[in-house]
């Protein structure tokens, strides 16, 4: 009987964890993104609009004015792509306008930011 209220518990807590996961990835993305970025289709600032941002090709997103490196940079945003860029943007599209920002070093804060971008914010 203790086993069964005990997996009941547990199982309770599953969905306010998963919560916590989203709200990591929104308080990540605001401290390294949202200065420049967000999460809702077509709001461009600074930066363009990072919704639906997977899969589509860098350079693309519509209504906003990119630079040629990154409109000529052939990429196609998947984790990967995203990872290396988020690390050291110089290094992936050089001539990219994304000054001053250096990149992250932190891997745990990329794939956290990345995750986060996969839910759509």
Request: proline share 4%.
């Given at each position: 009987m203790n086993g069964r209220i005990f997996a009941l518990t547990?199982?309770?807590?599953?969905?306010?964890?998963?919560?916590?996961?989203?709200?990591?990835?929104?308080?990540?993305?605001?401290?390294?993104c949202r200065t420049c970025?967000?999460?809702?289709?077509?709001?461009?600032?600074?930066g363009p609009s990072l919704a639906g941002v997977i899969?589509?090709?860098?350079?693309?997103?519509?209504?906003?004015?990119?630079?040629?490196?990154?409109?000529?940079s052939g990429i196609v945003w998947d984790e990967a792509n995203l990872d290396k860029?988020?690390?050291?943007?110089?290094?992936?599209?050089?001539?990219?306008?994304?000054?001053p920002y250096g990149g992250i070093t932190d891997a745990a804060q990329r794939k956290t930011i990345i995750e986060f971008m996969k839910t759509g914010g």
């Amino acid at each position: 009987m203790n086993g069964r209220i005990f997996a009941l518990t547990l199982l309770g807590f599953v969905p306010a964890a998963q919560g916590f996961a989203q709200e990591d990835g929104q308080t990540a993305f605001n401290s390294s993104c949202r200065t420049c970025h967000t999460m809702k289709e077509g709001d461009h600032r600074q930066g363009p609009s990072l919704a639906g941002v997977i899969g589509r090709k860098a350079g693309t997103a519509p209504g906003y004015n990119f630079s040629d490196s990154m409109k000529q940079s052939g990429i196609v945003w998947d984790e990967a792509n995203l990872d290396k860029f988020i690390a050291n943007p110089d290094q992936v599209v050089n001539g990219n306008t994304m000054k001053p920002y250096g990149g992250i070093t932190d891997a745990a804060q990329r794939k956290t930011i990345i995750e986060f971008m996969k839910t759509g914010g």
